[in-house]
């Protein structure tokens, strides 16, 4: 039996579960969630808690018990907490301005590029140099801050670029100078 699947999600008060054969939906304080899910698991709702079942021991259905009840896990907690993702920007110059929704990045480039966020999900700038991605939906908020990491990955030699806050960027010697046997 998965550990992970087997163990019960708790709703906590103020969440409303709707579960129609293989559609869970969600509602809580900060909004609804709706996702399909696997046809060969079975989800149900006995009491104040979710309990997702799988129908044999095949490998695939291993696989996806623990998956299962994680993707219900996570819409629960979104809905009552919602997540969070911070970006650093590092590199002279480097820095993110909100203009309306939007984000506007100047990093580097001899343009500015913006980034809309999709429905659902907010963008705050606390700082020139930090991004904020806050929502529901813990893919939808991973998704879009790993494209705002894309824009411009931190590089090896400098580190400067934007990377998630707390990434740790394994850093290169670079090039080598005259003390090291360079030509004179």
Do not use: C, F, W
């Not at 010697?173 to 030509?183: N, P, R, S, V």
């Amino acid at each position: 039996m998965s550990r992970i699947g087997k163990a019960p999600i708790p709703v906590p008060k103020g969440v409303e579960v709707e579960i129609t054969g293989n559609t869970v939906m969600v509602k809580g304080p900060k909004g609804k969630l709706q996702r399909e899910l696997a046809r060969e698991m079975k989800v149900s709702l006995e009491g104040d808690r979710i309990v997702v079942e799988r129908p044999g021991d095949d490998k695939e259905h291993r696989s996806l018990h623990g998956l299962t009840r994680t993707l219900v896990a996570n819409m629960v907690k979104g809905v009552t907490e919602g997540y969070a993702r911070s970006l650093v920007i590092s590199g002279t110059g480097y820095k993110a301005v909100k203009h309306g929704n939007k984000l506007v990045l100047s990093v580097g480039y001899s343009h500015t590029v913006e980034i809309e966020p999709a429905e659902g999900l907010e963008i705050d700038v606390p700082l020139p140099t930090k991004i904020v991605v806050k929502g529901i939906d813990k893919e939808l908020v991973g998704q879009t801050a790993a494209d705002i990491r894309a824009v411009r990955p931190p590089e090896p030699y400098k580190g400067k670029g934007i990377m998630y806050e707390g990434e740790h960027i394994r850093r290169k010697a670079g090039k080598a100078g005259k003390a090291a046997g360079g030509k004179k």
